[in-house]
């Protein structure tokens, strides 16, 4: 039995799309966790996107060792607004691949994963066939320690390092280039009766924290994020609140707050359908109701 397990594990291909801009600090670290697996990548392509820095030259040299390693450069915007410019990114690279794969993974280019990050991401996946998402949690250093990035609760995995099982990213339509991408795809995935799977055993540094890129016009972007989830007033003000606290930035609030109303007076395009909205509204108030009582 133990044999038929490793051996059909082997067989669960997963490819690794990696943007990065100006990530030469950081990118030999995570490729070099990358090919220390101990279930190895089928493939992995790292998007060199309009990066200024020595990112292409570092990576090549891991292309040279590795031929399952690729890369395609990619020019974009120089700014760095979240979610747009990441996504866009992702999806020149998976352009670039072919569907010979049972799981996608989105990474980041400044993170180290431990050895059994991916064996047991495949195993949680070959354990039960409802679950669509997958992943650990990031860490960042503190005063000479690694302790977890709390910036979301732990039922939610972060953008940094999110693995989808092929079939569930393909009904979830692929990761929208917006903010608020990495909430929609986990609130679709629940739509479609996906299970999302986070492990708190797996601890992945997390070498830049989140946000260290965003420019002071991104600040109403988290509000404007919330109104195109279909969330609603209500709980795009408790959930803003909530966010900022966690960031200890109360003011952030009010930008969230401004951004939701902005983006409602705009009309601007929500993610999901007027039926993944009402199901979203109603799965977030039910969340909240079992917070309360727990």
């Not at 490819?15 to 950081?26: L, S």
């Not at 890369?71 to 974009?76: E, K, L, R, Y």
């Not at 979830?172 to 929609?184: F, K, S």
């Amino acid at each position: 039995m133990f044999i038929f397990v490793e051996n059909y594990q082997n067989q669960m291909n997963y490819y690794v799309v990696i943007p990065a801009h100006n990530e030469a600090q950081h990118i030999a670290l995570t490729l070099e966790s990358l090919v220390k697996q101990s279930v190895l990548p089928t493939k992995v392509v790292v998007v060199n996107d309009n990066s200024t820095d020595k990112t292409e030259t570092i990576v090549n040299s891991f292309i040279d060792k590795y031929n399952w390693i690729s890369i395609v450069n990619n020019s974009s915007e120089a700014k760095h607004l979240p979610g747009s410019k990441v996504i866009l990114a992702f999806n020149k690279g998976l352009e670039t691949l072919d569907q010979n794969f049972d799981i996608i993974v989105k990474a980041d280019a400044d993170l180290i994963f431990p050895e059994n990050y991916f064996e047991t991401i495949i195993n949680h996946f070959q354990t039960d066939t409802q679950i669509g998402m997958a992943g650990g949690f990031c860490y960042i250093e503190k005063n000479g320690e690694w302790i977890l990035e709390n910036l979301t609760d732990k039922d939610h995995i972060r953008g940094a390092l999110k693995a989808y099982r092929k079939e569930c990213f393909e009904q979830i339509g692929g990761l929208r280039t917006a903010m608020g991408w990495d909430t929609v795809d986990e609130l679709l995935c629940k739509f479609y009766n996906w299970k999302v799977k986070t492990d708190e055993t797996l601890q992945v540094k997390h070498l830049k924290p989140t946000g260290a890129n965003y420019n002071k016009a991104s600040r109403y972007k988290q509000g404007e994020a919330f109104y195109t989830l279909g969330y609603g007033f209500w709980i795009t003000a408790i959930a803003s609140l909530k966010l900022a606290l966690r960031k200890g930035k109360p003011f952030l609030f009010i930008d969230y707050i401004k951004g939701f109303w902005k983006a409602k007076s705009n009309k601007k395009q929500l993610l999901v359908t007027d039926e993944q909205a009402k199901f979203i509204r109603n799965y977030r108030w039910k969340k909240m109701k079992e917070k309360i009582l727990n």
